[in-house]
């Protein structure tokens, strides 16, 4: 089945480590994008990437950061720099804005909790 | 400026009720896109409908419907006949057709249906 896979579940991080979440998709789609959820909060985009070796900073980028070394693949980088990490953080992917019927699906999403 | 506003932050029904959840958003583009999604419990967001600003009529899916009124910018969703799986936060969202193509989120609507 096509779809988007996240790992891990939940994501335990101590203070000064850098973590790196997964982020998968075998829907062929060329654009992925990285958000972030808090309690009673809508989501927040981090990162977009809308083709293979690019990528863009999002509204709260700082602290991140991310790759885009495979279509099929975006992981994000939660680095020291990020002070205050603990949220819910969806990855989502699409084709190519622009295309007149991108619709974004979402992953299953990680859960990152600092110790 | 582009928002979405969810006015309502959490709503309870009976089992059968019909509820209407509210989203209205601002943005100066003349071609634009809104969608709902779910989140279950689980977490992963939902893909449940997307209308583009030129296509103002009305669409059912089963118990679901939505009522897009440009005139007032309001996507609004109903839930006919609700059930206890339909428990979930529902979001709102707006994606601009100019500029990065990013999704605006609204903060999203609790819905509890109790039995």
Known sequence: DGGITQSPKYLFRKEGQNVTLS??????????????????????????????????KGDIA??????REKKESFPLTVT???????????????????????TQYFGPGTRLLVL | AQKVTQAQTEISVVEKEDVTLDCVYETRDTTYYLFWYKQPPSGELVFLI????FDE?????????WNFQKSTSSFNFTITASQVVDSAVYFCALRSTSGTYKYIFGTGTRLKVLA
């Open chain 1, 62 to 67: 700082e602290g991140y950061s991310v790759s």
């Open chain 1, 23 to 56: 982020c998968e998709q075998n829907l062929n789609h060329d654009a992925m994008y990285w958000y972030r959820q808090d309690p009673g909060q809508g989501l927040r985009l981090i990162y977009y990437s809308q083709i293979v070796n690019d990528f863009q």
């Open chain 1, 80 to 102: 020291s720099a990020q002070k205050n990490p603990t949220a819910f953080y969806l990855c989502a992917s699409s084709i190519v804005p622009g295309q007149g019927k991108e």
């Open chain 2, 50 to 53: 997307r209308r583009n600003s």
């Open chain 2, 57 to 65: 009529q009305n669409e059912i899916s089963g118990r679901y419907s």
